[in-house]
């Protein structure tokens, strides 16, 4: 995740300044991807209409990162009680949040479909708390293959994460 990227000073954090290196890193490949002849969706759309949907595509991504998950969903509590679908700014908030309810989404799928991916999940975790401890980098608890259990670590996420999000855009 990014926190690893940024405590081991990989190549990503030291590109992206720290800032969001994993998710800058996927907004780069999928355009590097767009601007292949064969990939461009978008090659017959005006420049100006580009730069608009290519800034969009990029908020809308940095927006997955978790480590700004608190700063956007509080920020949509702001707008929902007066949302006006005229704001720009309200809009934005919308999409970032639809966007992160899509991102994070996996538990609200049947249990045959959300629970091989929660198992992938889970062991990427171990496996990078596993490189944490023997690079001598913080590990998080949650990621600790010695401290959480599928079910701990489904509760909680779903507790602290999924509901608050949902209910928020419900």
Not at 128 to 152: I, Y
Not at 160 to 168: D, N, R, S
Request: proline share 5%; hydrophobic share 40%; with cysteine.
């Amino acid at each position: 995740n990014n926190t690893y990227q940024i405590n081991a000073r990989t190549e990503l954090a030291v590109r992206y300044n720290d800032i969001s290196p994993l998710e800058n890193h996927h907004c780069a490949v999928a355009f590097q991807i767009i601007s292949l002849p064969e990939c461009n969706i978008f090659a017959n759309v005006n420049p100006d209409t580009f730069k608009n949907i290519r800034q969009a595509i990029i908020t809308l991504i940095l927006a997955t990162d978790m480590a700004r998950h608190g700063e956007i969903l509080e920020c949509f509590k702001q707008k929902v009680k007066n949302f006006d679908f005229s704001n720009e700014e309200h809009v934005i908030c919308l999409k970032k949040v639809l966007v992160k309810c899509c991102d994070i989404s996996n538990e609200v799928r049947p249990t045959e479909v959300a629970e091989p991916w929660v198992d992938c999940l889970l062991e990427e975790y171990f496996m990078q708390s596993d490189r944490e401890k023997s690079e001598g980098l913080p590990v998080a608890p949650f990621m600790d293959r010695d401290k959480v259990t599928k079910p701990t670590a489904q509760i909680g996420f779903i507790k602290f994460v999924l509901i608050p999000m949902f209910e928020t855009v419900m």
